[in-house]
């Protein structure tokens, strides 16, 4: 072979090694942005939500007023889980919510016991809201575990690995939530 065919067929594997390189680049950049989406979308969630207790909130207190420990734990919650949301802290934001679960859990409970709240429309209203906002977010938070998890397994795969670790592109932290809160509470131990 001649220098010219060594050169071109080197020129060839270094142009195909390239738009490869590229092609890793251009997908761990899409996985990134579906992270970053994903995220985006619990956060408008958490955002309604969190935006909806404080009327909740007020509407028990009308009719609960000797309840008040159940109502701070609610409020406490909601004030951990804005500021770890706020931080960009997943693993914050997973734990805010998992006492901010059981504290509504512990409130939806308590409301059993006082028919002028259950029957109000307010409260009704907000409940109905809020449950269907949980819901939501069970949705979202499993996409988002979803994009994390492409990512995550993405940046180990060889070659992908070499590319990402060149670039900087880093593993998501999935949003967890603990075993025990993933389970409706009993109702009767609440009351015993």
């Not at 909806?52 to 409020?75: A, F, H, N």
Request: charged share 25%; with cysteine.
């Amino acid at each position: 072979m001649t220098d010219t065919v060594i050169w071109a067929v080197v020129a060839g594997a270094l142009i195909v090694l390239a738009v490869y390189a590229v092609g890793i680049y251009n997908n761990l950049v899409r996985l990134k942005h579906a992270m970053a989406k994903a995220w985006s979308n619990i956060d408008v969630v958490l955002k309604q939500r969190h935006d909806e207790l404080p009327k909740l909130i007020e509407t028990c207190k009308q009719y609960m007023g000797y309840e008040q420990e159940t109502l701070e734990r609610v409020m406490q919650a909601r004030a951990d889980a804005e500021r770890a949301r706020s931080d960009g802290d997943v693993q914050g934001v997973g734990k805010a919510e998992n006492q901010m679960r059981l504290g509504l859990g512990n409130l939806f409970a308590v409301a059993e016991a006082y028919p002028d709240l259950k029957a109000n429309e307010t409260f009704a209203r907000l409940q109905a809201r809020i449950t269907g906002l949980e819901e939501t977010i069970a949705d979202r938070r499993e996409f988002y575990n979803e994009s994390v998890n492409l990512n995550n397994v993405r940046i180990e795969q060889f070659p992908d690995v070499l590319v990402a670790r060149m670039l900087g592109f880093g593993a998501g932290t999935l949003l967890e939530f603990e075993a025990d809160q993933l389970t409706d509470p009993d109702v009767g131990q609440l009351f015993g």
